[in-house]
């Protein structure tokens, strides 16, 4: 099914909809400030979205800091979840990261997310420490996973 979906870099006239995913992913979502500042000042950063046709339908990014890629965000609409989207902005971000030369990859999952958990298992992620009250929002903890050998 994913197979009619498709990714490129994020710019600055996605912001609408990113937004948009975003409000409806988190409860404590990201500002629109935070967005462009990480696209138009953050030279580290690379963002990407996902589109079902022109429609976005999720996005992802991630951070080239020497050798590692530190994923930033990973979110899909909610209508459109368990369509196979989280699985290719994943696997688009490990892609690029390698291509930038990045070595490894990590990133930090609420404990109670069981079908990102599953997801990043399946992609070679092994958990490697605990965030504790990571989350101020809901004083969750946090897993930190990482992927060797992108």
């Given amino acids: 099914m994913s197979s009619e979906f ?20 988190f409860c404590t979502p990201w500002s629109r400030s935070s967005f462009e500042e990480e696209l138009a000042k953050n030279r580290l950063a690379r963002y990407i979205v996902a589109l079902d046709g022109s429609e976005v339908v999720g996005y992802a990014g991630t951070w ?8 930033t965000n990973v979110a899909v609409r909610g209508s459109r979840r368990r369509q196979g989207i989280g699985r290719l902005l994943m696997e688009t971000l490990m892609v690029l990261a390698r291509h930038e030369g990045m070595d490894s990859m990590t990133l930090e999952v609420r404990v109670a997310n069981q ?18 009250d990571y989350y101020s929002e809901t004083k969750e ?9 992108l």
């Fill in 64 to 71: 080239l800091v020497i050798n590692e890629a530190h994923v």
């Fill in 141 to 149: 903890d946090a897993l930190i996973l990482w992927r060797e050998k």
């Fill in 6 to 25: 498709s990714v490129r870099l994020m710019v600055a006239e996605d912001l609408d909809a990113v937004m948009s995913v975003e409000k409806d992913s």
């Fill in 115 to 132: 079908a990102a958990r599953r997801l990043y298992q399946q992609l070679g992620f092994v958990e490697a420490g605990l965030r504790k």
